[in-house]
């Protein structure tokens, strides 16, 4: 049977360190190993060790879901690499339009995006410095929609090119 992984992280360690203590000093006779799982995750906020390594199971298989296997096509493979990073923006409109799907397909349908937080996703997945175009043009064809004021965005519901027809799939809960 193999060993399953679970990574442990905690956003203060001054906190772990006083919730570790606590604990330790509640503790009659030196913990097991069992117990010290117990102990770890209730310091990290989770009632016990099952609902940590539940919690890690789900946000792996949202990271599964997250990663792409789709083919590029031919014709955007000198613009974009085996990662889906877009290299460089492609002369040609149709080129540009198939591009943009990639980033499209990257936002949460029923989720609301500040500017700040569009860009970070742009800039996760471009491999040249004007995020603000990519932005531009997924708001000109309508694969991300926003408030008047610039600042709500979301994705919206369009269907890919039949190349890409599995990119709607990237993420869960979409409208069809």
Request: with cysteine; charged share 25%.
């Amino acid at each position: 049977m193999t060993k399953q992984i679970i990574p442990f992280s905690c956003d203060d360690i001054s906190a772990l360190a006083k919730s570790l203590r606590k604990q330790l000093q509640s503790c009659d006779s030196f913990p097991s190993h069992v117990d010290m799982l117990n102990i770890l995750a209730k310091a990290t906020g989770y009632a016990n060790f099952q609902q940590l390594r539940q919690a890690t199971e789900a946000m792996s298989a949202a990271a599964e879901r997250e990663q792409l296997d789709i083919a590029i096509p031919a014709k955007l493979k000198p613009f974009m690499t085996q990662d889906y990073i877009l290299r460089a923006w492609p002369v040609k409109r149709a080129l540009q339009d198939l591009s943009l799907w990639f980033f499209w397909c990257r936002f949460q349908y029923q989720q609301a995006y500040g500017e700040s937080e569009v860009n970070e996703v742009i800039k996760g997945f471009l491999g040249f410095a004007d995020f603000a175009l990519i932005r531009r043009e997924l708001c000109n064809h309508k694969l991300l929609k926003r408030t008047d004021d610039g600042r709500h965005y979301w994705r919206a519901a369009a269907k890919p090119p039949a190349e890409l027809h599995l990119l709607a799939d990237v993420w869960p809960g979409k409208e069809n």
